[in-house]
Structures are given as structure tokens and as C-alpha cells.
């Protein structure tokens, strides 16, 4: 019999499983936990705060007669820091994406106020500066306004050209108009000290954008030449400078407000004389507000004043290292601008207090008595906060 053979039908070959290779995702948020030790100085610095402007208003015999009521200046500040502290939180949360959507509307608005308080009739003028704004019975100040509208703004724009602000035109010369007009709004206050805050701030972010030395060289000897015509023009700031360079000209005058505040720093030695206990309180001027510290060395000593410049030190730092660990550079412009507009505001403050600057009217950052200033300082910090909790790393060329 003859076998009839099947052919036996070829085995097909096993193919490889072609599997297809995921697009890499884009780089999402890594949000992890805040930075621990800028919340920690953050809180030491209001609760000093808050414990300074009730002992310089109200203890010590310093009480300020408002309503005759001895808590009215710290309640007020109580109030104004649970505000900021919403205002912290807020900030801290809210998606950067949004935060950089708002920033041309908030800074059009910033604009609208600060044109509105130079014109008379609409702004308050103190001091011989028009720094108030009342609206509907609610005061507060266009320039704090301005000045943080000023680094997003300038964030924003920096980070949106490839080549930063190496370029002198057009992106130097656009980032020096941005800083140029809001610091000529808050100078026709006139409001020196909060015009030097701004320009400071905003040289130090065209640095870290890239900015050649010789154009910052340029933009320094106008802003020179801006401050030298501005002390020459005013009278009160002319005796304010001739104050600073020899108080005891004018004891009683102008060089009253800082023989005083010396006075009381040096009367603090290393413990202090105890919180209620100053003596200075009587006699130094601005006392719970521009010359908070004063008040604060006497009665806490040198151990208090030191943990105070310590804490400032630390939030300087940690601002700083967010600013670098930030993913992308408009974070990292922003985290370095906000965190440089808070620690220069406190430097000259202190400067201030202890004779190393003539009198400005700033502020020392969440110590003194002020509401719009605890607020926005508050909502700054929590734009820095906010960044912290960003840990991606971001490839290259992702730098917007």
C-alpha cells in the first residue's frame, strides 16, 4: 500500500509581540509637604509680632489712647494676622496656573490704585507721602499693592522669553520698563523706602535671569540718580538724610526719632528689662510700628533681637533653596523675588533702627503694627510655600 504522505504545512514563525512604547507623561506636580522650616520662622516672627504690638501700644505706660481702649492696636492686629493667615493658606494651595493666569488683572489693578493715590482729594497723605487709599470706609496701601504686582509680573515676562534677560534689547529694556513704571508710581508718593524695595527686588531677578553686570551697572547708577533727585526734591527727605548722617545736629527734631530708638536698644542688654517693662516706650516715636524693634531689643534684650534677626536669616534661606529646588524658572524667578522683597524690606528696617540708613517708613516685616503690610507679607509667603510643595524636576528645555 502505498502511504500518501500530508505535507506538513509550515509552522509560522513566532513573531514578537511588538509592544508599544508609552509616550513619557508630562512631568506632573510631585506636591509633597511644605517647607517645615519657613513655617516655622514664618510663625515665630507673627507671634513676636503680635506680642510687640500689644506691649508698645498698650503695656509699659506706651498705651496710644485710641477709643480708650488698651487692646484696640493689637486687636486690630489680631484680626489682620487671621486674615493673612487665610490669605497664607489660600496662597499655599491654589494652583500656580491660576496664579500666573491673574497676574496681568492684578497687576492692572495694582496700576489703577497707585495712580489714584497721588491725585489729591483721593489718597491720604502722611508724613508728606500719599500712601493711603480709602475706599468705602477701607484704608490700605497702593504700594504693598504694587510692589508684589511688580515681581509677578516681572516673573512672568522673564520667564516667558528663551533668553531671559541676557538680550539688552528688548527683553532688558521691556523688564527694566515693568520695574521702572511701578516704581515711579510708588516714588511720586513720595514713598522712597518702598521705591528702593522694588527696585532692589527686581535687579536681583534680572540677575538670576541672566542679566549681563554692566546692564545692572546701568540700571543702577539711573536708580542713583533717581533716589539723589528724589532726596533733593523733598524737603523732609533732605532732613531725614542730614538726620542720619548726624542725629545729635538736631536732637529734638529730626534727629529725635533715632537718638531714641538707640536709647532703647542699648537699654535691653543681654535679657532685657521684660516685656511691658520698657522705659524708652514714653519717648521713642512710631514706636509699634516703624520703630517696633526698638521696643523689642529693650524689652527682650539681645537674646529676643537676635532670635528675631535668626528667624529673618532662616526665612531668607529657606527662600532662597526654594527658589533653586523650583521646577522651571517662573517659580524659581518668583520664589527668589518674593523671598528677596521680604528679607531687603526687613534689612532696611533694621538698618533704620540702628542708624545704618537714614528713616524710610518701612516696616519690619510680620512685627510691626499695619494691616495691608501683614497681609501681603502673609500672601507672599504663601506664594513661597506654595512652591516649596513642587519637587518635579523638569527636563531640558521645559524652562517656562
Known amino acids: 500500500m502505498t502511504t500518501i504522505r500530508r505535507k506538513k504545512k509550515p509552522v509560522p514563525e513566532l513573531r514578537e509581540k511588538t509592544v508599544k512604547k508609552k509616550k513619557p507623561a508630562k512631568s506632573a506636580p510631585n506636591l509633597a509637604a511644605p517647607d517645615f522650616p ?223 530708638g538707640l536709647l532703647a536698644i542699648g537699654s535691653g542688654g543681654l535679657r532685657g528689662v521684660g516685656l511691658g517693662q520698657s522705659r524708652q516706650i514714653y519717648w521713642v516715636p512710631e514706636k509699634h510700628t516703624d520703630f517696633i524693634f526698638s521696643i523689642l531689643a529693650e524689652e527682650t534684650g539681645f537674646i529676643g533681637a537676635g532670635l528675631v534677626v535668626a528667624m529673618f536669616m532662616l526665612f531668607t534661606w529657606r527662600g532662597l533653596v526654594i527658589a533653586r529646588r523650583a521646577p522651571g524658572r517662573y517659580m524659581r524667578l518668583l520664589a527668589a523675588g518674593l523671598t528677596v522683597m521680604i528679607s531687603l524690606q526687613a534689612f532696611v528696617n533694621l538698618a533704620v533702627v540702628t542708624n545704618l540708613a537714614p528713616v524710610t517708613g518701612i516696616t519690619l516685616p510680620f512685627i510691626s503694627y499695619g494691616g495691608t503690610s501683614l497681609l501681603i507679607t502673609m500672601a507672599a509667603s504663601g506664594i513661597i510655600m506654595n512652591i516649596s510643595r513642587h519637587r518635579v524636576q523638569e527636563e531640558p528645555g521645559h524652562e517656562r
Open 38 to 260: 519657613m513655617l516655622f520662622s514664618m510663625l515665630v516672627l507673627l507671634i513676636f509680632g503680635l506680642l510687640m504690638v500689644f506691649s508698645s501700644s498698650a503695656l509699659g505706660g506706651g498705651f496710644l489712647g485710641q477709643e480708650e481702649n488698651i487692646f484696640y492696636y493689637f486687636g486690630r492686629q489680631l484680626r489682620w494676622a487671621g486674615l493673612g493667615l487665610i490669605a497664607f493658606f489660600i496662597c499655599m494651595y491654589i494652583s500656580m496656573r491660576m496664579v500666573r493666569k491673574l497676574t496681568r488683572p492684578f497687576a492692572v489693578v495694582a496700576l489703577i490704585f497707585l495712580v489714584m493715590v497721588i491725585f489729591r482729594g483721593v489718597g491720604e497723605s502722611t508724613y508728606g507721602a500719599s500712601r493711603w487709599l480709602f475706599i468705602g470706609g477701607f484704608g490700605f496701601q497702593p504700594s504693598e499693592l504694587g510692589k508684589l504686582a511688580c515681581i509677578f509680573l516681572l516673573a512672568d515676562f522673564l520667564a516667558r522669553w528663551k533668553t531671559g534677560a541676557r538680550r539688552f534689547f528688548p527683553e532688558f529694556v521691556m523688564a527694566v520698563g515693568v520695574i521702572g513704571v511701578f516704581a515711579l508710581l510708588i516714588l511720586m508718593g513720595p514713598d522712597l523706602g518702598t521705591t528702593m524695595i522694588v527696585g532692589g527686588t527686581g535687579a536681583v531677578m534680572l540677575f538670576l535671569a541672566g542679566a549681563r553686570i554692566i546692564y545692572l551697572l546701568l540700571l543702577g547708577a539711573l536708580g542713583g540718580t533717581g533716589v539723589y533727585y528724589s532726596i533733593r526734591s523733598n524737603p523732609y527727605q533732605m532732613r531725614r538724610w542730614m538726620a542720619f548722617r548726624d542725629p545729635t545736629v538736631d536732637p529734638l527734631g529730626d534727629g529725635y526719632q533715632i537718638i531714641q
